[in-house]
């Protein structure tokens, strides 16, 4: 006997977004039609271009300084953009509606205390016995609070502190691809009926030199100024962007139910990992295209790195794949965001049809390592 799968609709009802190109969905789309540069630090961290976050007022979305203090950077933008997308889908003051509601992040690891990593550095190259003087200075010189900020999963828990969204969560570690699996377990357990609202993103803070140092190491920075992600054959690479994009998802009905508005259908996240030999992007990408269900998308919204061959392969599937539809570079937007870009892209993406500038927006998430997604945004209403 063949068993029929029923799918729900899964919708987006609330946008949360923080980047270089401020704050918020009308400063994101602003950007996205200028086609300008984005705001960019040359110097800070010379040779290396980043592009930092515009500036907040951080008590808007995290009240208590408190609570502002005992989180890193990376988590306050996080916390903030999440409090900015449950605003907008008007579930901030919803309590028994947040305890109901899943949470799904997708982060990369905690930032670090430079001075105490450099008093350590330093005395260990005097020390008499290395091994029993790194574990007592690891033991009394971090504080308790600041090494649990080395864990990922804080980022929820901060969430579920600051905004009592206490459904059960998860997080997602490894780069561009925990992004399209943080969008693809969301949607595809609101979709098979297991969860009502779910809320999903990640959060990235470039303006570390120890992030900078991981990835100058692996060959994968840009330097020493900006370039379009699909113009950097000279000196490819990626430039790091700091920032954050939260995204409410629902079932359509449970949307309808509590009157809340549907900007957009988020129809279909596909992933792959590929060995990244010649030709394995084209093949993979391909393959996400059809299994998304794409066909002859509006526009294109690209996560490419600016990396050395994978950029220009997905440039060339591309142009097969979908021949007519502007491509637009989250890179060229909001600076490469590592585990936040496959957000940013279904976010952005989102805006484009809630605005009724798009039908179908195709989204595309190749790992400058590992991993493929595609994401396929369509409108709510006929001939989606």
């Not at 139910?257 to 992933?271: E, Q, Y």
């Amino acid at each position: 006997m063949t068993r029929t799968v029923q799918t729900r609709p899964v919708v987006v009802t609330g946008l949360g977004l923080v980047s270089c190109a401020g704050e918020g969905v009308e400063a994101h789309l602003a950007a996205y039609r200028a086609g300008k540069a984005p705001r960019t630090d040359a110097e800070t961290f010379a040779p290396y271009p980043v592009h930092p976050v515009a500036p907040l007022v951080l008590d808007g979305q995290i009240p208590k300084k408190s609570d502002q203090r005992q989180m890193e950077p990376w988590q306050r933008l996080g916390v903030y953009a999440a409090g900015l997308a449950l605003d907008a889908a008007g579930a901030k003051a919803d309590g028994a509606l947040k305890a109901a509601m899943h949470l799904v992040v997708a982060a990369g690891g905690g930032e670090r205390d430079y001075a105490v990593d450099g008093q350590i550095l330093t005395g260990l190259r005097n020390a008499a016995d290395p091994g029993p003087y790194l574990n007592e200075r690891l033991q009394n010189d971090l504080r308790p609070t600041l090494f649990l900020a080395q864990l990922s999963n804080l980022l929820a828990g901060n969430i579920a502190i600051v905004h009592g969204v206490t459904g059960a969560s998860r997080t997602f570690m490894g780069e561009e691809s925990s992004g399209v699996d943080a969008l693809r377990i969301a949607q595809a357990r609101i979709a098979a009926g297991q969860l009502d609202i779910v809320l999903v993103g990640g959060s990235y803070n470039a303006e570390r030199a120890d992030v900078l140092l991981i990835h100058e190491m692996g060959g994968f920075l840009r330097k020493p100024d900006y370039r379009p992600v699909f113009a950097r054959g000279d000196a490819p690479g990626f430039i790091l962007g700091s920032g954050a994009a939260f995204l409410v998802l629902e079932a359509e009905e449970h949307a309808e139910s509590r009157g809340a508005r549907a900007l957009a259908r988020l129809d279909a996240v596909a992933s792959d990992r590929t060995r990244r030999r010649d030709g394995s992007v084209t093949d993979s990408l391909a393959h996400l295209w059809r299994k998304a269900g794409l066909a002859e998308p509006d526009a294109v919204i690209s996560a490419a790195t600016g990396c050395a061959g994978i950029t220009g392969e997905e440039r060339d599937a591309l142009t097969t794949l979908a021949p007519q539809a502007p491509v637009r570079a989250l890179g060229d937007l909001t600076g490469h965001t590592l585990e936040a870009a496959a957000p940013f892209g279904a976010a952005i993406a989102a805006a484009l049809v809630a605005g009724g500038e798009a039908r179908e927006v195709a989204v595309t998430a190749v790992g400058h390592r590992r991993g493929e997604g595609v994401l396929r945004v369509t409108t709510t209403g006929e001939g989606r």
